[in-house]
């Protein structure tokens, strides 16, 4: 293995263990409630307030960070993730522990998107988009492969040990990138000069877009293991394993969605709400039929996958003279969407009941449609 592979597969590992650590107390909300005895619904601020943070965050420490030498940066954020997933895993105070989940969140931008930008300044021009999606892609793993690993941890051993997964994966990257990364120059653009490119409209309209195609996809999926468990009585091992299919067919996904969005952005970007949102009505429709929930969970992995890439095809696009910037907002207006999703869905569960997330989220992903259907007919950008 050459070495700008070996760097690209580190990234690639360690933006699996960051989203991993974000995403994977999805599966483990219930464990999370019962651990610290509060309701599904306060447990729900573990993704919550971590997603939020990061939207936050997201929007200027990219580009702060961008000047600073790579490898220095990247120790900087793994130690990070390492010690306070560490800490959280043993205090016993929900407040602490959030607390716990915070401090990381605002870390992880910096690891995500400078991941992307490193990815494509080390490899020839023409290899750069390749380069790239293996980072995404390991995004897509952490966000979901890393869920049905924390659920089958939690499940069999306890909350305590799916915390320590999230340690355990972070310090092996950690210690991969003190011994092999190489020092790699950070870049001085400005700040100013990066964020003139959020003036135009097709950015503003990207980011709106960008926001509502998460928090559709997240209102249905941020308490799909209490849907799973409470509709389908799919529970312990077995919730695992359709979690993992899950998150397996998001990775095909996500190798597919590169493809289909070089073949014809406009008409994926289309109509992947369109068949979400078919799949969603059908989670609600069978929610007590085993076989036909899991057969619809396939599906929706594959394109949890694909919208994955549109989300960062949109904002990239819309800005490819800033690419810092621009992977930051992708990643912060993509969790200002998991945190509206996530808050739609708590009132919900709240209000009326889990199984009713799914037609919610298909209201989301109806009014994003109109915005992704806007942003193509107005602006002609491949």
Wanted: with cysteine; proline share 3%; net charge neutral.
């Amino acid at each position: 293995m050459d070495r700008n592979n070996l760097i690209i597969y580190i990234m690639v590992l360690g933006t699996f263990g960051i989203l991993s650590t974000e995403m994977g107390v999805v599966g483990i909300l219930p464990q999370i409630a019962e651990y610290f005895n509060v309701s599904i619904t306060q447990a729900g601020l573990f993704v919550s307030m971590f997603a939020l943070t990061i939207a936050i965050f997201a929007i200027f420490m990219p580009v702060i960070f961008s000047k600073y030498e790579r490898k220095k940066t990247f120790i900087l954020v793994l130690t990070v993730f390492t010690v306070f997933t560490a800490i959280g895993a043993f205090v016993k105070d929900f407040n602490i522990a959030l607390i716990c989940r915070i401090i990381p969140a605002m870390f992880h931008p910096i690891y995500c998107s400078l991941s992307m930008t490193v990815a494509a300044e080390i490899v020839e021009p023409d290899k750069a988009q390749d380069a790239v999606s293996k980072v995404i892609m390991g995004v897509s793993a952490g966000m979901i492969i890393g869920v049905p690993i924390t659920t089958f941890l939690a499940s069999h051993f306890g909350y305590q040990y799916a915390m320590l997964w999230f340690t355990t994966i972070n310090f092996i990257v950690l210690i991969l990138t003190i011994l092999f990364f190489p020092k790699i120059p950070g870049k001085e653009d400005s700040y100013l000069s990066q964020i003139s490119a959020a003036k135009t409209g097709v950015f503003l309209i990207s980011v709106l877009g960008v926001i509502f195609l998460n928090a559709g996809m997240y209102t249905g999926y941020s308490y799909i293991s209490e849907f799973l468990n409470a509709l389908t009585h799919i529970v312990g091992t077995n919730l695992s394993i359709v979690l993992l299919l899950y998150g397996v067919a998001s990775i095909i996904g996500n190798w597919l969605g590169a493809k289909l969005l070089d073949r014809d952005s406009r008409k994926i970007i289309l109509a992947s709400p369109i068949v979400v949102s078919i799949i969603l009505f059908g989670m609600f429709t069978v929610s007590s039929q085993t076989i036909p929930t899991v057969i619809f969970m396939v599906f929706w992995g594959l394109f949890a996958g694909i919208i994955n890439d549109i989300s960062q095809y949109l904002m990239v696009s819309a800005a490819p003279q800033a690419p810092e910037f621009a992977n930051g907002i992708f990643l912060s207006m993509g969790n200002v969407g998991v945190t509206i999703g996530t808050t739609i869905a708590g009132f919900v569960v709240a209000g009326i009941g889990v199984r009713y997330v799914m037609l919610f989220a298909i209201l989301v992903l109806v009014f994003d449609l109109i915005l992704l259907f806007t942003r193509t007919q107005k602006y002609n950008i491949d």
